[in-house]
């Protein structure tokens, strides 16, 4: 029986097989098989070339007046000529029969022409951009209608019994790498290879198969998909890192802080830093509401004992991220998140809570990013003979990504071992004057003048510095004997109403046996202002009062100073005895 080989409508006849190779191609790690590649190489006789649309033998075109290859039916170099051009053409229609049985036969997957026509079905299409004829010999010219050649063909194919593959995708591998760092924070890659039977069904368009779906406690940190020249795989990796909070949405990255400090253990200042950033299509002012959401749950703004003093929010024009910086006063000893240094309470250190918001679960970015990327810069199958080679200016609509199931989440237990340090006994000195309104200044100054009642009165008499060079010039007279006086300035600052300034009484009962009297009291008091809440005000007042008393204090009583008013220990409490502040030394 003879053989016949047909490619390009070019009908070679009477074939010798010289060659016929099948071999097995596999993907680069050695582990699946690809595909077949055939290697066919035989010697016949092409016949007279006939521009007829059902020739009996020879090369079957149709007619093309205004093609310059048409050169004469009746032309031995015409004939030659033509039936090399058509042999050497890649992916083009190829069958071979022995006899009328076919033994191979293999079609490109799609036209050189158009760059966007494909089949699905892997079965009897090239799945390596052919066929690709690699050899054309004509050995002799017998006439003008006989040609003995030789002709080698390369064919790669799914030679599969039953073909049940209708996606296009020939094979996809990929391999796992955990990185565990010193805090037991895993960053996880995943690389792999993605091969398709078609250029054009663009393997990057296959991310729903490649990237994975995030696992619980992670966050996306990068994807990076590469095509090859050829156009047929894809190089992917996929970069995903642990976490200890996700962003809330619409945000994909984040950080804050939260500052609790206290001057004196009863007023406590509170400062929440959110910094958010997120992707080109993320709404700035929802990033901005949730930042506010956080300021407003980790400094328990609600609360109308808690008074900001101060918030920021900051635009970053240059890319979409925006901050937020909230100071708030803390008033009140029940609600007070922090006192000395005992534990914090409240809020501080736990996670966020917000509606809808599981910070264990990050934003996914689209598997086909910011861009459609069916089609665009696609390079498609190209002939030299053809003038078509420019870049796609339009590109198709990418299909749905695919949905996957999450995979379980990786459960870690932490435990402490021994009863945490909380004291039970919390700012017992401290009265709920505080907890009325927060006072951000409070400061008083006692002091006691003392006036000996001594003048210096001159001599009147000349002293003869001649005789006595250190003869006095000045008489000194005690008039009274000593009297002392005591001085308190009280300036305060306080949210939300007047400061509560102590009772100016007439007469006061110093520690020990001594009575003072009031000479006179002066209270300035400053225009209210706004604070950075728009609606408490802040207001601050300064008591001058100057009273006498009825004798100098003595080296074995007392000086006393007062208190703040959120002081509830007795006045003993901050006396000083004056042989604990004076030295025994003379002053020079």
């Known amino acids: 029986m003879s053989t016949t080989v047909i490619y390009n409508g070019v009908e070679i006849r009477n074939c010798l097989t010289k060659r016929f190779e099948q071999v097995t191609v596999m993907d680069p790690s050695d582990t699946d098989k690809e ?12 016949h007279k070339i006939y521009q007829s649309l059902s020739p009996t033998v020879g090369v079957m075109e149709t007619v093309n007046p205004n093609s310059g290859l048409s050169i004469g039916p009746n032309s031995v170099a015409a004939n030659q000529m033509r039936a090399r051009r058509l042999l050497m053409e890649p992916r083009k ?51 003008t209608n006989l040609m003995p ?38 960053t996880r890659t995943i690389t792999g290879r993605l091969r398709v039977a078609d250029v054009n069904l663009n393997p990057q368009a296959m991310r729903s198969l490649f990237v994975p779906p995030l696992q619980h406690g992670f966050k996306r940190d990068t994807i990076e998909a590469t095509t090859s020249i050829d156009g047929l795989t894809v190089d ?27 001057g004196d253990g009863a007023q406590t200042h509170g400062e929440v830093s959110v910094s958010m950033k997120g992707p080109r299509d993320a709404n700035k002012l929802e990033m901005i509401q949730a930042m506010a959401l956080i300021c407003q749950q980790k400094l328990d703004l609600l609360n109308l004992k808690n008074f900001i003093t101060q918030a920021a929010i900051v ?56 861009a459609t990327v ?58 709920q004057e505080a907890a009325v309104g927060v006072y951000t200044f409070y400061e008083m100054e006692v002091a006691y003048p003392q006036d000996q009642n001594t003048i210096a009165l001159p001599i ?49 009962d110093l520690p020990g046996q001594q009575k003072i009297h009031m000479l006179k009291a002066k209270p300035t008091f400053t225009t209210p202002q706004i604070t950075a809440d728009g ?32 002081d509830t220990s007795d006045l003993v409490d901050n006396a000083v005895n004056p042989s604990e502040i004076f030295s025994t030394d003379l002053l020079q």
């Not at 595909?35 to 092409?46: E, L």
């Not at 922090?338 to 689209?366: M, Q």
């Not at 408490?536 to 003595?554: D, K, Q, S």
Request: aromatic share 8%; with cysteine.
């Open 374 to 431: 069916t089609g665009l810069f696609v390079s498609y199958l190209q002939s030299p003979c053809s003038p078509r080679h420019n870049i796609p200016g339009t590109t198709a609509t990418p299909p749905e990504p695919e949905g996957g199931e999450e995979r379980s989440e990786n459960p870690k237990t932490y435990t402490y071992g021994g009863d945490l340090p909380i004291d039970n006994e919390i700012a017992n000195n401290y009265s």
């Open 93 to 143: 229609q190829f069958k071979m029969t022995v006899g009328e049985v076919p033994l191979l036969e293999c079609g490109p997957r799609l036209t050189e022409t158009a760059g966007d026509e494909t089949t699905v079905e892997v079965a009897y299409n090239d799945v390596n951009n052919g066929p690709k004829p690699r050899a054309c010999s004509i050995t002799s010219i017998v006439g």
């Open 460 to 508: 009147a008499k000349s002293a003869n510095t001649a005789v006595d060079p250190y003869a006095p010039s000045l008489a000194f007279v005690r008039l009274a004997p000593p009297v002392m006086f005591r001085k308190v300035t009280v300036t305060a600052t306080r949210l939300g109403r007047p400061p509560l300034m102590p009772a100016a009484r007439s007469v006061l």
């Open 149 to 186: 050649i030789e002709f080698e063909i390369e064919i790669c194919m799914i030679d599969c019994v039953n073909p049940q593959n209708y996606t296009g995708i020939i094979n996809n591998r990929w391999a796992m790498a955990d990185q565990i760092d010193q805090d037991w924070y895993t």
């Open 236 to 262: 992917y990796r996929v970069v995903d890192k642990e976490v200890l909070a996700s962003c809330p949405a619409p945000g994909t990255t984040w950080e804050g802080t939260h500052t609790l400090s206290t």
């Open 35 to 46: 595909y077949d590649k055939f290697t066919v190489r035989v010697a016949g006789y092409v």
């Open 535 to 566: 609606k408490t005000r802040r207001y601050t007042t300064i008591l001058e009062v100057e009273y006498a008393l009825a004798r100098p204090v003595l080296n074995n009583e007392l000086f006393g100073l007062g208190k703040i008013p959120w």
């Open 315 to 370: 635009d970053h024009l240059h890319e979409n991220r925006v901050e937020m910086r909230v100071q708030v006063d803390h008033s009140g000893v029940e609600t007070n998140p922090i006192a000395l240094l005992n534990l914090p309470r409240g809020t501080f250190g736990k996670i966020i809570e917000l509606p809808g918001y599981d910070h264990n679960l990050s934003r996914v970015p689209s598997v086909f990013g910011t």
